[in-house]
């Protein structure tokens, strides 16, 4: 298809179509002549991919060009695909500093769920830090008895990704995966935290109406 | 206690402590003479609380006073003031007009999923309206996969509610259940957040390496 196609298709203008491929985040369509290129369905699911970090995810251009990167090295498994399409979307909140003891004794804690859990995790992942700094600010506030049911969020946690996962895993194709990944963290979170909210007014009414 | 002590133990400046009052978020001290008044140990966990909707919470001061005022009526029962807590931090996200027909077929999804589980929750509630949000622009960006596993991420947030109100619920003083409620949905989302990338990490790596 022509470019006014693909702008049509993706409901994306066509100069930022060629911003884009000028970007190096879409790969430039089949030259037929001078002024004219051929663009294929690989473009469409790519451009939604690319609309779908930049507005959704609210990501830079270059951190998008990090991540069509990484989707587009033929030397990179779909775990690693997945991995680099996460990290975009996971906060790292920086609480103080991360050489301070309690940080370093939150770590530990969430070191000690991923065993006992039996998760297998890198320990630079930053989800690991984003779990320690919210743990460690739930300590510092004085949430103990929230930190203390870290098992019950994690087999919770555990339920959601393995629909996640299920999901991604029917998708098949990479950018759809990882579209998959970046999108179902972004609005799964927000959706979660609605359904959460939901699940506790029933809960509270019964607990206390 | 004497103001100074109090904002030794609150970790409050007293200019702030007095400020608070003026505002009426919190109620004043005993007067003893003209110029000193007697605080207890419900200021100290009102302080507490004050602190949390402020700094955690992103709360202005009008909408605090909202809550106490709720907190402090005597005619509200423990249900009414946990979902007065609970609204200060469901976030509601305007995604175009709430009377589009994407919306209002997203309401209706969100309520069918509502009697599946069994769950009693009022038709204005924001939680109700938060989660159409999401619902719809996932719709929007085409990843029905996502919204056609509703019931699957239910089930999970259900099962986190059940964790979250065993705790409130054993608080048993009313100022330190609202706080349970308040930060415990702020940083329980983002810790939630947190454990599930961990845990599709793990999933990932077992499908896909």
Redesign the interface.
């Given at each position: 298809m022509r470019i006014a196609e693909l702008s049509r298709l993706s409901g994306v203008p066509a100069p930022t179509i060629k911003y884009y491929v000028r970007e190096s985040l879409l790969p430039p369509g089949e030259r037929t002549s001078r002024n004219q290129a051929q663009y294929g369905e690989r473009h469409v699911t790519r451009l939604?991919l690319i609309r779908?970090l930049l507005e959704?995810g609210g990501l830079s251009v270059a951190a998008v060009r990090d991540v069509v990167a990484a989707l587009d090295s033929p030397a990179t498994?779909?775990?690693k695909v997945?991995?680099a399409a996460?990290q975009t979307v996971?906060?790292v909140?920086v609480g103080g500093s991360h050489d301070e003891p309690e940080h370093l004794e939150a770590v530990a804690e969430i070191r000690d769920l991923?065993e006992r859990?039996?998760?297998?995790?890198?320990e630079h992942?930053p989800?690991?830090t984003?779990?320690a700094?919210?743990?460690g600010?739930?300590r510092q506030?004085?949430?103990d008895?929230?930190a203390d049911?870290l098992d019950?969020?994690?087999?919770?946690?555990?339920?959601?990704?393995?629909?996640?996962?299920?999901?991604?895993?029917?998708?098949g194709d990479a950018d759809a995966m990882a579209e998959?990944?970046i999108?179902?963290?972004i609005?799964?979170?927000?959706?979660?935290?609605?359904?959460?909210?939901?699940?506790?007014?029933?809960?509270?009414?019964e607990?206390?109406?």
């Open positions: 939604r779908a959704v498994g779909t775990h997945l991995g996460q996971t906060a909140r991923i859990q039996g998760w297998k995790v890198s992942s989800a690991l984003a779990a700094d919210v743990l600010a739930l506030l004085g949430q008895d929230f049911q019950a969020y994690a087999r919770a946690a555990d339920a959601v990704a393995a629909t996640d996962l299920e999901i991604v895993r029917e998708r998959a990944v999108l179902g963290n609005l799964g979170d927000a959706l979660l935290a609605a359904l959460r909210r939901l699940a506790q007014i029933h809960r509270s009414a607990l206390f109406e």
